[in-house]
């Protein structure tokens, strides 16, 4: 038999005190402070039940001479009983400045056509070819439900979308926990599946096609010489598609470990693959004499069709007795492009009491794919896919940083941090002629500035 | 009466720990503390008024003031403040369960017993008690009642957490030192610990005997009901331990266990109650309350 | 780099052979893990935001975790 549904809090409230002889409720506050907290050590702690919590953050990312990113992002997360939760994230990132376009540097001045095929840029001696067409801006939303599944069995469900004026992004992702041993253990299951479409401004270029392209003694005199050839891809750009596609399926097979009551351990296996197209459209490769050096021309970049990236990811977190935090972590990854990287990630966390200081040093490390080639050498045989995309050859980066942040009591958590990153991508060894002279590769600095807001409703 | 072990002082972690048995169920006061004697004192207080309340409304003991009153039955007999209030909050009880919890529905004891086995009672038995069950029955003006013959007062639902919030009451006269209080997982704390930190506790929200959860508490109290293994098992229907008093028979579809947090530990187990006698809707019944739960079925 | 790979493994391997008796704790000696920050998914906005910087300006993404959300950044 059903009791009849109405609210009899405040009338049990009432009793209650009666009973126990109290003028007003123990509870100053308007919600009970109790806070619930979920075993697993792979889940977020959580907030109260009937809670929100809010987290906002905005991150400056800022090359030198290239490009700068804005980022401002806003979560927020609701807490339902029985560890029920839902949250939705905002996103937006606004980048500007210029990228190198994979072109290598020249003795003499050179002009460039946009990828858009509106103008075109001229760049001086030595200076690697930087292209700035991409100030855009990206708007993500995301949002997420987790709640239990069963006895020792959680999951979570979650949908993106993602947009920027010529690519769209469409996706959906779930996860799933499984605890045992008295929730020490939990293995994670993720699979997530995404469907991308960009249409960018100038159309899909075709693969390994010649851009307009010119050189010359001195600004003037290069971009004379490229107007007198202009026009001379419109060929090309008329066969071109105007949009194109690709889908991403990725899996996590995960087990997380508590070895005692300060440390625990994670273990992910990770598998990614990617079909469509994968190439970046505003990418080239520089042609270049075989003797001398100096760029006849470039092409569109082209990738393969397909990608397989599988990666060992291990992590161990330790509480030390003086309630500092080491986190440590390294990741392997290896894909079927020839790529292999290494990353290594440490952050050490010092707490003061209410103030926490959170040094981070992060080590990454890759060898070129197996497409990558600076520069390509004229007269020789086209290959079916290549790249000249730094960020495919083999490169190290350094990341430095310092995070300082203090709990305010009710007014939540606010964080700053401050990083410095450093790209330093390998010089080709061969570059003939005159291009030996010049550094195609430079390395790539950063500072990243980021403001964190963390509060609780 | 069973014979008790003695209570005694033990250190857990940074908190000392005073343990007793009372109410059939091994009780605890934890006290953030490192003043042995404080927590000696703190911890006697305490045990003193459990077992005060366990003496005085004890089903069990002859000396008990409801033995008295059963044996006064049929004629009015005057009660003194303590028992009239809980007399209070029983009726208030029932009137919010439309009846299906009822300090009278003791009596069903004796044609039900949880052992896991598949023994339940002819409805002839069950129909029988049920005549002297029904608050309605009792007269009942705020100090004097009246009891129909071979009826019974039983305050076993919500006894334990009585005693367990007096005697916070008296813990916290006793000591400025932030204590918490669990008798057999009825629960209550006077706030945080010192730092402003949570105290953290094991409970058992499935019912399977085993803390399986820990929940950190700031303020107020935790109760959790949950049925073990007091239930019965009959062609493959499970009868649970919940009775509704309107039929003495056991609510269907009740939850297997159920936690509560609230402000005092009365009003938690109250509302872990209301909600198994809920049966299917128990969910639906404390997200109406709004108060932090959680629900094994 | 290599040997602490190793041992990690070994240690998760072992945990996962139907849990050691000897590795783990119980419900109630929690208190330590129980922090925020030992949780492994402890501030996921950051982490969002570090892993969109390196995916743009890396060949290689992922492994920690699920985010959200794909971009045109390759």
């Known amino acids: ?457 | 009466m069973p014979v008790r072990a003695k209570p005694e002082l033990a250190r857990a972690g940074d908190l000392l720990v005073w343990r007793f048995e009372a109410m059939a169920s091994p009780c605890e006061v934890l006290i953030d503390s490192a003043d042995v004697n404080e927590a000696r004192a703190v911890g006697r207080s305490v045990a003193e008024e459990v077992w005060r309340i366990e003496r005085k409304f004890s089903r069990y003991r002859d000396d008990s003031l409801l033995a008295e009153l059963h044996g006064c039955a049929g004629r009015p007999f005057e009660v003194d403040a303590e028992t009239a209030r809980l007399f209070d909050y029983g009726q208030e009880l029932h009137a919010l369960s439309d009846g299906a919890f009822d300090l009278t529905s003791g009596v069903l004891r004796r044609a039900w017993t949880f052992d896991g086995s598949e023994r339940i009672p002819e409805r002839e038995a069950v129909s029988a008690l049920q005549a002297l069950i029904g608050w309605s029955k009792v007269s009942w003006n705020g100090r004097v009642i009246e009891l129909p013959i071979g009826m019974q007062i039983d305050l076993g639902g919500i006894g334990k957490e009585y005693a367990a919030d007096r005697a916070l009451l008296r813990a916290r006269r006793r000591s400025n030192s932030p204590v918490l209080i669990n008798l057999g997982g009825d629960l209550c704390c006077s706030g945080p610990r010192r730092g402003r930190r949570p105290w953290q506790i094991g409970v058992d929200t499935e019912g399977h005997g085993q803390a399986c959860r820990m929940v950190l508490l700031n303020s107020g109290a935790l109760a959790t009901s949950g049925d073990a293994n007091r239930y019965l098992m009959r062609d493959g229907v499970r009868y649970s331990h919940v009775l509704d008093a309107r039929t003495g028979w056991p609510v269907s579809a009740s939850a297997h266990a159920v936690t509560v947090a609230a402000p005092s530990c009365i009003e938690a187990g109250s509302l872990a109650t209301l909600a198994l006698l809920n049966g299917a809707a128990a969910e639906r019944f404390l997200a109406h309350e709004r108060v932090p739960h959680w629900i094994t079925r | 780099m290599k040997n602490l790979f190793l041992s990690a493994l070994a240690l998760a391997v072992l945990g996962a052979l139907g849990g050691c008796a000897s590795l783990g704790v119980e419900p109630w000696q929690r208190d330590v893990l129980a922090r925020d920050e030992m949780s492994l998914g402890y501030d996921p906005v950051t982490a969002g935001l570090d892993d969109h910087i390196y995916f743009s300006k890396e060949a290689s993404s992922g492994g920690r975790g699920f985010g959200g959300g794909g971009c045109g950044c390759n």
């Open chain 1, 1 to 457: 038999m059903q009791l009849k549904q109405r609210r009899i809090g405040k009338r049990l409230r009432k009793a209650s005190q009666r009973l126990l002889e109290q003028k007003r409720g123990p509870a100053p506050t308007g919600t009970l402070a109790i806070a619930g907290v979920m075993a697993a050590p792979a889940a977020m702690a959580a907030a109260q039940p009937g809670e929100w919590e809010l987290n906002s953050a905005i991150l400056i990312y800022s090359e030198t001479d290239r490009v700068t990113a804005i980022e401002p992002v806003f979560q927020a997360s609701r807490y339902f009983d029985n560890d029920r939760i839902f949250s939705a994230k905002l996103v937006v990132d606004a980048l500007t400045g210029a990228s190198a376009s994979g072109a290598v540097p020249a003795q003499t001045f050179q002009t460039f056509s946009r990828p858009s095929g509106r103008g075109a840029y001229t760049v001086g001696p030595g200076d690697v070819p930087l292209d700035d067409t991409f100030h855009d801006t990206r708007v993500a939303l995301s949002s997420t439900w987790s709640q239990p599944l069963g006895t020792n069995l959680s999951g979570s469900f979650g949908l993106n979308v993602s947009k920027e004026y010529d690519y769209l992004s469409i996706g959906g992702s779930s996860v799933l926990n499984w605890d045992f041993n008295k929730k020490n253990t939990t293995l994670t299951l993720g699979l997530g599946y995404a469907q991308d479409q960009i249409s960018p401004e100038g159309d899909i270029p075709t693969a390994l096609a010649y851009q307009s392209y010119a050189s010359g003694s001195d600004a003037e005199q290069s971009q004379s010489n490229y107007a007198a050839q202009e026009g001379s891809d419109n060929a090309e750009r008329a066969l071109r598609d105007g949009s194109d596609s690709k889908a991403v399926a990725d899996v996590l097979v995960g087990l997380t470990q508590v070895i005692d009551r300060r440390s625990l351990v994670q273990l992910n296996y990770s598998l990614s693959l990617s079909d469509g197209y994968l190439t970046d459209p505003f990418k080239v490769v520089s042609v270049v004499d075989a003797s001398d050096g100096t760029p006849q021309g470039q092409i569109y970049e082209h990738r393969p069709d397909s990608r397989l990236k599988q990666s060992l990811f291990v992590r161990g977190k330790r509480a030390l007795e003086n309630d500092d935090v080491v986190d440590l972590s390294y990741r392997y990854l290896f894909d079927d492009w020839g790529l292999r990287s290494h990353t290594v990630d440490v952050r050490y966390r010092w707490g003061l009491g209410e103030w926490f200081v959170q040094p981070h040093v992060r080590y990454y490390q890759q060898s070129a794919t197996d497409f990558y080639q600076a520069f390509l050498i004229d007269g020789q045989p086209l290959p079916e896919d290549v790249s000249a995309d730094y960020r495919l050859g083999d490169m190290q980066a350094f990341t430095a940083g310092v995070e300082v942040g203090r709990s305010a009591g009710a007014w939540g958590q606010w964080r700053v941090a401050l990083e410095y990153y450093r790209q330093t991508p390998d010089e080709p060894s061969d570059k003939p002629g005159a291009l030996a002279a010049l550094e195609v590769a430079p390395a790539v600095e950063a500072v990243m500035v980021r403001f964190n807001y963390d509060f609780k409703l």
